[in-house]
């Protein structure tokens, strides 16, 4: 990292204040696997082809990138909704009247949905299945050393599809990537096939959206649910890995319902904006800060509605 020849730090002005604490659950929360602490408290990450480091301080938020690279602090701002357009949702979330929603969103003020390139959402997801964030970020970081073009200071984008689907066995093993290393290069011979496959999923509904992600190898409900959040900003889309279903059953009392189950119920009742109540649970309940609800919620599971 020392070997990046970055800008000075620069203010980095945001619609909604992100303090440190906010900051560090944004970046090392779950929803991207590119950034790391380093050891001057920054957090320093690579999005699509951006090199950028930010940072809390006593004035608010800062950044710094790349020396001669251009456009990274509007990218920057649009990756982290620098306009606002989250803060608005989250208005609208029923957190008056659901304390558990209200003491996870005064736990995490200002956090957001990072606005990740959906090629990068998916490598990452892909290789989720069954791991710690920790682990998924190691394996995204050997992907992207050994596959991905360097872009200077010791950092690389991560790999194109072709790459992917070139890659041999033994590179694929030096990732630590297991079985997920047929998840991605099934998927990367598919969208090959599909040059405009991004833009192709983003003119589509929701339901649609994840009906085609699951027809990729490796992508069952969760990670398509993961990708659309994420990678295409879909935020009525309502994940629900093991911590959603810790959260929803030990504070809403929801114990053995089905994963089917609970993503109806988190879309029916937190809305338009249902993937960002569920990032602040799911930051809750992993750092031990969920509260139990005081709402009413069904007493039976209730078949998820068929989609249209």
Known sequence: MASA????WRPLRLAEDVPAGTLAEQMDGGQSFRWSLASDGSWVGVFGRTLAAVRSSPQGLE???????????DVLRHYLDAEGAQARLAEGLPWRSDSVLRSARAAYPGLRILRQDPHEALIGFLCSSNK??????VMVAALAANLGEPLGGGFHALPSWQAVARA??????????GYRAAYLRGTAKKLLARPRWAEEFAALTTADLLDELQSLPGVGPKVAACVALFGFGRLESFPVDTW?????????????????????FGKVH???AAGLAQQYLFSAIRNGQLTRAEVSVPTKPTRPRPRK
Request: aromatic content about 10%.
């Open 270 to 272: 937190f809305g338009e």
């Open 132 to 137: 710690r964030i920790l682990q998924i970020r």
């Open 5 to 8: 020849e970055w800008t000075s």
């Open 63 to 73: 950044w710094r990138g790349q020396k001669g690279a251009t456009h990274s602090e």
């Open 244 to 264: 959603v279903v810790q959260a929803l059953a030990d504070a809403y009392g929801l114990h053995g319902w089905k994963p089917a189950q609970l993503e109806q």
């Open 168 to 177: 041999d066995d033994a590179v694929l093993r030096a990732c630590s990537l």
